[in-house]
């Protein structure tokens, strides 16, 4: 799929315009984080950015990213379970928030990909990990709705994670088949995703991630699930691990 076509929504108006996806849009709400804005600074800065004048291209497929209400710390170290020298991809790292902080929880020793479809995204992370002087970071152009698409050696992860990710396509097979392939066996797949999508900041009820169709799909794929939590106020997560 052309990067300009990828990711396209069949949900009633949520399909994602061609120069959204040429990267065209600046930063939006959810990936503020990245710029060093702490989770409990969260709703300030909703309410500052709800206030901010909007481009004429602007729309909500550039404010539902990784987002600051997430604590990527706690969820990839106290949750999940990254160590020092431990394989990840972040497969659709939007602004690179959870890139930045499992880089630095894997170390010199570990390995990070972040992987996305827009280009310039991948850019802004990598000059991100330069000004954190981070150098374990490898940025991935992908196609995550196509399975096999993703340049990173099969059953080489040790952690896959698809975080503010799923509710930005129908294919959520394909994606999670794709996770899948690329993780070693007994390897984690970290999920998270909206749950609550009553606040304007957040995507409408009918972009929501359904968990018990992802279990029927974890199912398929062989992926067992190990823990469901509480991600955060408006975000559940699952963690899987392949059999």
């Known amino acids: 799929m052309a990067e300009e076509n990828s990711n396209t929504k069949n949900n009633q108006g949520q399909q994602t315009t061609s120069q959204n996806m040429a990267g065209d849009l600046p930063l939006s709400v959810n990936q503020i984080a990245n710029e060093g804005i702490s989770p409990d600074k969260a709703n300030t800065v909703d309410a500052e950015f709800l206030q901010r004048p909007k481009t004429p291209a602007a ?8 987002s600051e209400l997430l604590n990527a710390y706690t969820i990839l170290k106290d949750i999940l379970g990254l160590s020092i020298g431990s394989v990840v991809a972040d497969l659709g790292a939007g602004g690179g928030m959870f890139v930045i ?7 010199d020793q570990g390995q990070v990909y972040a992987v996305d479809i ?11 990990a330069r000004m954190s002087g981070l150098y374990n970071i490898k940025t991935v152009w992908s196609n995550l709705e196509m399975i096999g698409a993703t340049k990173i050696n099969e059953m080489s992860l040790d952690f896959a994670l698809l ?39 957040t995507p409408p009820s009918n972009m929501q991630v359904s968990p018990s169709r992802l279990l029927e799909y974890a199912g398929q794929l062989e992926l067992s699930l190990q823990k469901e939590f509480k991600a955060g106020q408006y975000h559940f997560g699952m963690i899987f691990v392949k059999n």
Do not use: C
């Not at 827009?118 to 991100?128: F, G, M, P, V, Y």
């Open 59 to 66: 729309n909500q497929e550039q404010t539902y990213g990784k």
């Open 101 to 107: 902080q499992a880089a630095r929880l894997v170390g």
């Open 118 to 128: 827009l280009k310039n995204t991948l850019s802004e992370i990598e000059s991100k």
């Open 163 to 201: 975080v503010n990710t799923l509710f930005q396509s129908t294919k959520h097979y394909e994606i999670m088949a794709e996770a899948s392939r690329l993780l070693k066996k007994n390897g984690k797949l970290l999920v998270i995703d909206w749950d609550n999508t009553k606040p304007a900041f």
